[in-house]
């Protein structure tokens, strides 16, 4: 660690370097998707500005996604998990990449959380505290979501249950924030135009690390 003196702030030069380690997580379960290529345009924006990037489709990973009680202590994970977690240490911004399905995420999404976010590696509790240990601080995340619903909908009619759970029930109970969303909607009948127009956004969010 290398701290310095600019415009009397303390700067951690180890966390500037860690905020370029962008890990980027599709959790679209088939990768002949647009998640897929929005994925690949972030991390593509994000690389070409001097970013270390590592791009994961979680469909590729090789685990149990439920959780069972042989898995639960952490000495007793498979490899792709314990890979997966040194990945999402080591950077500083984590993207995900995911379609809005019954209003929040699809079940690999919820299934890679249950085994990857693990006690003693997200979060930890301790005795006589009811709310638990953050162990994921000094991280942010980028959430990208594609949807049919018209976006006044799910903000409006739905109360956007998959940016909560995420923002707050998962993401920032482990101490990661901010927490940003994209939303590109709707999908269906969606020229090529304006497919292309999303993927540059995203590319553009890639280059500026956020």
């Known amino acids: 660690m290398f701290l310095y003196l600019y415009k009397d702030k ?5 966390k500037l370097k860690t905020m370029k380690n962008i890990l980027v997580l599709n959790a679209h379960p088939r990768k002949d998707s647009l998640c897929h290529d929005l994925a690949q345009s ?3 924006g994000a690389k070409e500005k001097g970013a270390e ?6 469909i590729d990973l ?3 996604p439920i959780l069972k009680g042989k898995n639960v202590q952490s000495d007793d994970l498979e490899p792709d998990i314990i890979a997966t977690q040194k990945e999402i240490s080591k950077a500083g911004h984590l993207v995900f990449v995911y379609p809005n399905w019954w ?7 919820k299934g890679f959380f249950d085994r990857v976010f693990t006690s003693g590696f997200a979060f930890r509790y301790s005795k006589n505290k009811s709310m638990p240990e953050k162990l994921l601080k000094d991280k942010s995340a980028r959430v990208i979501v594609t949807m049919d ?7 409006i009619g739905y109360k956007r249950p998959g940016e909560t759970s995420m923002k707050r029930s998962i993401l920032g109970l482990c101490g990661i924030k901010p927490v940003k969303f994209t939303y590109f909607t709707p999908i269906r009948h969606t020229s ?3 497919l292309q127009e999303w993927l540059l956004k995203t590319e553009n969010l890639g280059k500026a690390f956020k």
């Open 62 to 64: 090789d685990f149990d």
């Open 192 to 194: 090529q135009e304006k």
């Open 53 to 58: 990037v590592k791009l994961i489709n979680i």
């Open 149 to 155: 619903t018209p976006l006044w909908y799910y903000m």
């Open 103 to 109: 209003g929040t995420y699809p079940a690999l999404l």
């Open 42 to 44: 972030y991390a593509r």
């Open 10 to 14: 303390i700067i951690d030069t180890s």
